[in-house]
């Protein structure tokens, strides 16, 4: 089966793909915005009409991933990115596509896939990547009936090459110069290790399943609680970590619990995911 990663250098991106090509019985390809020193790795501007319809064309996949992000220009990233794609791959092409937690912007948690999602406000921090997210959701449940929805948590884990995620580097960084530092007690996420979350998308593209799925284990965790494992996890000293609460008056457009309901996905596949 033939498969291609849009994202291939990303922190998921580079962890699937190499996960990927360990399998037999796949042929995988991946783009990157840069040229890359692995010869199935193209240069690939899916926003670029023509570079994306080469790369469609050249390989002809059987399945498409979509592990692209921008934080800033996610918004541009769906308009123009995925549209060219959908105008691009035949109906009986699968596409796995990942979202994110963040589109329950009322911050409620538990949520199960067919719960609502929403927008945020323009002057909300994280509104260009959650409404891109939602409207992408859209195009492709309107447009392209072979699909996956994927929506995720925070990703951590090692990554290879590329190490831990960054959200912990830079926190250790911090223990190293003995600073203290503040993590919150009542913010709520389904954090997701990155590698059960590639050997979940690589299952996902050998059965007939369509439709949303949340990703990750059963369990939540809030910031606190995960940096305290997370660090204990890999050595280091966590006493310097101070329990916050975080109040919607400091932040009005943090939804304060976006945790998933996992259930759907652990009855219907094989793939475990750990707890942090």
């Known amino acids: 089966m033939r498969i291609l990663i849009l994202g291939a250098t990303g922190f998921l991106g580079s962890n699937l793909f190499q996960l990927a090509s360990e399998n037999k019985n796949l042929t995988v390809f991946g783009t990157s915005r840069f040229q890359h020193e692995n010869s199935n790795i193209m240069q690939v501007d899916v926003t670029n009409k023509q570079s994306i319809r080469s790369a469609i064309r050249k390989i002809n996949p059987e399945v498409v991933i979509w592990s692209l992000m921008s934080s800033e220009e996610e918004t541009k990233l769906i308009n123009l990115g995925l549209e060219n794609l959908l105008s691009e791959i035949e109906s009986a092409t699968k596409l796995i596509f990942l979202s994110t937690d963040a589109v329950f912007v009322e911050g409620i948690g538990g949520y199960k896939e067919r719960d609502r999602i929403g927008t945020l406000p323009k002057e909300a921090a994280l509104a260009d990547y959650v409404n891109?997210?939602?409207?992408?959701?859209?195009?492709?449940?309107?447009?392209?009936?072979?699909?996956?929805?994927?929506?995720?948590?925070?990703?951590?884990?090692?990554?290879?090459?590329?190490?831990?995620?960054?959200?912990?580097?830079?926190?250790?960084?911090?223990?190293?110069?003995?600073?203290?530092?503040?993590a919150w007690t009542n913010v709520y996420k389904t954090f997701v290790n990155v590698n059960d979350l590639s050997s979940m998308i690589i299952e996902l593209t050998n059965i007939k399943f369509n439709g949303i799925l949340h990703a990750g284990p059963i369990h939540k965790e809030s910031y606190y609680t995960f940096y305290k494992k997370r660090l204990e996890q890999l050595g280091w000293n966590n006493s310097l970590l101070r329990p916050t609460i975080k109040s919607k008056e400091d932040a009005p457009y943090l939804s304060l619990d976006t945790s998933l309901n996992t259930q759907k996905a652990h009855q219907l596949l094989k793939t475990n995911f750990r707890t942090v």
Not at 148 to 168: A, F, H, M, S, W
């Open 132 to 182: 891109g997210k939602y409207t992408g959701e859209n195009l492709i449940l309107n447009k392209h009936p072979n699909h996956v929805i994927l929506r995720t948590g925070p990703l951590y884990g090692n990554n290879g090459d590329q190490g831990i995620e960054k959200r912990t580097i830079q926190i250790i960084e911090k223990i190293k110069e003995n600073q203290s530092f503040d």
